[in-house]
C-alpha cells in the first residue's frame, strides 16, 4: 500500500492543478501567453493523462483511458500552438479530470498485490514521481499566469519606493579543496540526479546570496548591456537581435523608476530580493561585470550541502556549466525526461524559485533551459 503521506500529499497537489483554472474564462483557459509555455488548460489534461499513462497503461497493462489522448497530451506529438484550441469545455475537463484523480488515488490505496509487485511501485517510486511532476507543471503556470500579468497595461502605477542601485555585495564563504558528494538518492531523485558519485572540486569562494535587485540596476546603469567585453560572442548576439535591457519582469513608470510584474501584477521591487527574469547570457554578462563567473553546478551543490549558502529558492540560480550525464546515468522511468536534453545546448539551473513547491527543493534537483530563456524564475549566484 502506498503511504498514506505520499497519497495526501498527491492529493493537495491535484487540487492545486484543478484550483489553477477553476477562476479562469474560456479565453484564459485556452491562451498560449508565451510561445514557449502551453495554455494553462493542458497541464491539468496533461497531469491527469500522465497519472493514467503510468498507472492505468504501464502498471497495469491497461490503455482504455490514454489511447485516444497520446497524440495531444504526449509534448513531442502536439506543437504548443495546437494545444489550446484542442481543448474541450473547461467544464468537461475539470468533471473528467476531478474523476480520474479520486480514481486513481483509490487504484493508489487498494493496488493489488500483483500490480504492487512492478518495479515502479517499489518504494513508493511511482506515487512521488507523480507528485513531483505536478509541482514541475504548477510551476509552468505560475509562469504563465506572470505573462498574463505582463500583457496588462500599468500605465498608472507609481511604486512606493524608488530602488536605488548598489554595488555587488562581494560577501563570500569560501569552500576546500576536496572530494565531495554530488546526486541524488533513490527513490525521490529522478534520473539525472544519480548515480551519487564523489567530485573532485579545487577551491573557490562562493557568494553568500544572490544578486539582488540593486545590484542588478547598478549593471544595467553602468551600461552592462551596451558594453560589448561582458559578453560572450554568442550572448552579445542575443542581445543584438532581441534588444532586450532589463529583466523580464521589470518594467518603469513615467519617471523612468523601475517596478516589478509579477501574477498578481505590479509591485515595489525590494532592493535586497533577488534579481529574477534574465537569461543565461545576462547572468554570464553580468558576473563579468562583477569580476566573478557563475558557479559549476558541482560548486553550488557542494556550497549547499554546507549549509552556506543563504537565500536559496528564492530565484532558480543559472550556473556554468551545461546540463550532462552523470557516468553510469541511466534514463529511468523513460528515455525522454532527460536523455534529449544532454545536447550540450542546455543550461542547468539550481535552487528552486518562490514558486517551486518543497516537493523538489534539494541539493541534488538540476532543472535546465536553453540560455536564452528569460520567462523563466532565474537570477544569479556568482563565484569570485
Known sequence: MTSIEILARLRAIQGELCAAIAGLDDEGYRAQLHQDLSPIGWHLGHCAFIENYWLREVVQGDNCLTKSLTHYYVP??????????????????????AKSQADNLRLLFGMSTRARAHPLME?????????????EHLET?????????????????????????????????????????????????????LPAHRFMSGEFNIA???VSNAEYLRFIEDDGYRTRRYWSDVGWHWLERTGFSHPEHWRQDARASWFGIDAQGAHDLPPEDSIY????????????????????????????RMDILARTGRVWEWCANAFHPYAGFKPFPYDEYSLPWFDGAHHTLRGGSRCTRPDIRRASFRNFYTPDKRHIFAGLRLVF
Open 123 to 135: 518504494n513508493d517510486y511511482l506515487a512521488r514521481f507523480l507528485v513531483q511532476h505536478h509541482c
Open 277 to 304: 527574469g534574465i537569461s543565461y547570457f545576462e547572468a554570464q554578462a553580468c558576473a563579468a561585470w562583477a569580476n566573478g563567473r557563475l558557479p559549476h553546478e558541482h560548486e553550488w551543490e557542494i556550497a549547499y
Open 208 to 210: 553568500v546570496r544572490p
Open 76 to 97: 513531442v506529438y502536439c506543437p504548443k500552438r495546437e494545444r489550446g484550441p484542442a481543448l474541450p469545455r473547461k467544464e468537461q475537463l475539470l468533471a473528467e479530470v
Open 141 to 193: 503556470i505560475d509562469m504563465a499566469r506572470t505573462q498574463r500579468a505582463l500583457n496588462n497595461e500599468y500605465a498608472g502605477f507609481e511604486p512606493g519606493k524608488i530602488l536605488r542601485s548598489a554595488p555587488i555585495n562581494r560577501a563570500c564563504q569560501t569552500v576546500e579543496a576536496g572530494h565531495y558528494w554530488i546526486g541524488g538518492e533513490p527513490p525521490k531523485a529522478f534520473d539525472n540526479e
